[in-house]
């Protein structure tokens, strides 16, 4: 079974920055495609970035320009700049095996248990 532990969450004033991390059990086939998502209070989950096998990148409309997705060994990341009280949500490391795609909207097998941001104006 794959886990994934987030850490990195955290509170910080508008116009911040913060950085997300994701430690995986294993990078195999199994977790080739890896992303965040994001669930605020009283919203549908949202995936927020993703990033493939060879390191194409995806973001929603919503953090372009302002998040940065990455990984290494073992390791997903999500850098987090110019933060906004909208940015205040439960953030969730996901991964699953990459096939043709990897993006943000697309289901995923395996999940972390979340790490809260939060954002104060």
């Known amino acids: 079974q794959v886990q994934l532990l987030e850490s990195g969450g955290g509170s910080v004033q508008a116009g911040g920055s913060l950085r997300l991390s994701c430690a995986a059990s294993?990078?195999?086939?199994?977790?080739?495609?890896m992303a965040w998502f994001r669930q605020a209070p009283g919203k549908e989950r949202e995936g927020v970035a993703s990033?493939?096998?060879?390191?194409n990148t995806n973001y929603a409309d919503s953090v372009k320009g302002r998040f940065t997705i990455s990984k290494d060994k073992n390791s997903l990341y999500l850098r987090m700049t110019s933060l906004t009280p909208e940015d205040t949500a439960i953030y969730y490391c996901?991964?699953?095996?990459?096939?043709?795609?990897?993006?943000?909207?697309?289901?995923?097998?395996?999940w972390g248990q979340g790490t809260q941001v939060t954002v104060s104006s």
């Open positions: 294993e990078y195999t086939d199994r977790t080739r495609c």
């Open positions: 990033i493939d096998g060879i390191w």
């Open positions: 996901a991964a699953r095996p990459w096939v043709t795609t990897c993006r943000p909207r697309e289901p995923y097998d395996y």
